[in-house]
């Protein structure tokens, strides 16, 4: 059967789509079209997460519907990739005995070797071609990857690796190429990406990737993440505040703002640390956004320490607050060694408490922007509308005719709610309306 289209289903974090897209741009390489469904497709890839047992659901069951596909297809390829996938298969073979191919992230060679065999062609250089050939406006690419930190509730180390940057020149050469091929604003990715650099031979570290990344011509914009406060330096903090492309947007996870709980999660930071820290970022840079990352219910979390929790997320006032609710991971050590003891009742309602307070803060955020201008830059059209973000990461969506994908455009919010502003640009004669989402 000839191998002529492939199908690429993605979950989970920024880092797996960047993954994707490189893949497709080898894949597309070695001569196969990308389809929109999985039942026109010669191969289908699956790439997962488990990073959450509701993630990692999902990918169960698209397998399982993958399953009924495949046999209707016969000759169709499928392959799994991502974190569900770690060193030993023997458990995934058993149990998904229709899957052709197993990848770990970033190990695209298993794939592209049974491709070889049924093609007949040599599928080497697909490898150094994994720059995605038609990025998008705003386009990710991974600095560094896997992670040397082992958080006790983490499977990523397990599944993504050890730590390993990738040489500045590479990553400087990629975004140029990218920029060529339509790229504007690109984001730096890395499960701990302020710890770049920190193990290669030349010294350096993502204040210094920021800065020559920065120089490439044709860049509008330029983000960063995810960090982890013990590697947030005043370097990288100056960067930010220095550097014009650089978009005044962090996000630093806290996940929780008691020292006992953050000890058994083995995040070498106390409450105080952080405060600190934060204090330091917005002294230094006044119009900075900060998001944060939340697990409510890790195991032996009382009551009383999620409200150290809920009172810092009250206080810090952060422009988002990714939220979610602790799940074992087999393989790590929370899951071995910590009986998740907080009942799923309680893990909801703390959930749904910290929601409502971050609910509040933004609709008292958004109304201070009543007014006020914002540059958004063009990413896409959604629904017969462009949209775009704002440099503090706002989403954008604006009714209008002309084509301003990849251009940058002036808002000024007239209007504003807990989860959407409404604004007008100025062009010329034209107003321009705007929906802002966040």
Known sequence: ????????????????????????????????????????????????????????????????????VKSKRPGQVLALMGCMVGPRVEGLETRF???????????????????????????????????????????????????DLMCTFCIIPFRRGRQVSRPMDEVVHEVD?????????????GQTVDAYGHDLEEPCDLADLLHQVSRVDGLKRLRFLTSHPIFMSDRIIQAVKEIDKVCEH?????????????????????????????????????????????IVGFPGETRQQ??????????????????AAYSPRPGTYAHHKLPDDVSQQEKDDRLKA?????????????????????????????????????????????????????QLVNVRIESTSPWSLQGVSMKGDTELKVGVLR
Not at 47 to 66: F, I, K, P
């Open 1 to 68: 059967m000839p191998m002529n289209s492939y199908y690429i289903w993605t979950i989970g974090c920024q880092m797996n789509k960047a993954d994707s897209e490189r893949l497709a741009s080898s894949l597309e390489h070695a001569g196969l079209t990308s389809v929109a469904r999985p039942a026109e497709a010669d191969v289908v890839v699956l790439n997962s997460c488990v990073v959450r047992q509701s993630a990692e659901d999902r990918v169960v069951g698209t397998l399982g519907l993958m399953k009924s």
């Open 97 to 147: 005995p229709y899957v052709d191919v197993f990848m770990r992230p970033q190990q695209y060679g298993p794939l592209l070797d049974l491709l070889e065999d049924r093609l007949g062609v040599d599928t080497e250089g697909c490898l150094s071609a994994l720059a995605p050939g038609h990025p998008a406006v705003s386009s990710y690419v991974p600095v560094i990857h896997g992670c």
């Open 177 to 189: 190429l990218m920029v060529q091929r339509g790229m504007r604003e690109v984001t730096l990715l």
């Open 250 to 294: 962090i996000n630093l996870p806290i996940q929780a703002a008691d020292d006992e709980v953050l000890m058994n999660m083995r995040r070498r930071y106390s409450e105080a640390e952080y405060r600190r820290l934060i204090d330091r970022i917005r002294s230094a840079i006044p119009s900075v956004s900060i998001s944060t990352d939340v």
């Open 306 to 323: 999620f409200e150290r929790t809920l009172n810092l997320v009250k206080e810090m006032e952060f422009d988002k607050v990714h939220i």
């Open 354 to 406: 910290l929601e409502e307070v971050q609910k509040d803060i933004l609709e008292k955020k958004n109304r201070r922007l009543l007014g006020d201008m914002v540059e958004i830059l063009v990413d896409g059209r959604k629904k017969d509308k462009w949209q775009g973000r704002t440099r503090g990461d706002k989403l954008v969506f604006l009714e209008d005719e002309r084509d301003l994908l990849g």
